[in-house]
């Protein structure tokens, strides 16, 4: 098993080392590396508001980018203005 933060290893544990020491010395093992042992529903609820805040950020995004667009339109369209009124003087 390969610990990882911020995408970098920092340790590698051999797990197949705790086969002999039986499911308690896992179990202790995995608490003190700080994983958190969590029932059916509550994996599902937290992978589920994962999901949500990814879709918040993803929606805020989208929102940015589109008001970008827009801002970028005006800016553009002044300037088509500007010299179609530069052109006729």
Do not use: N, P
């Not at 010395?25 to 958190?36: V, Y």
Request: proline letters at 0%; a negative charge.
């Amino acid at each position: 098993m390969s610990i990882k933060q911020d995408g970098q290893e920092v340790e590698k544990i051999v797990l197949s080392e705790y086969d002999s020491e039986g499911e308690e010395a896992m179990h202790d093992l995995f608490q003190e590396k700080g994983f958190e042992q969590l029932s059916e529903e509550e994996l599902k609820a937290k992978l589920d508001a994962r999901d949500e805040e990814a879709r918040e950020e993803d929606k805020k995004k989208a929102e940015e980018r589109k008001k970008q667009q827009e801002h970028r339109k005006a800016l553009r369209k002044e300037s088509e203005e500007r010299d179609k009124r530069t052109g006729e003087l």
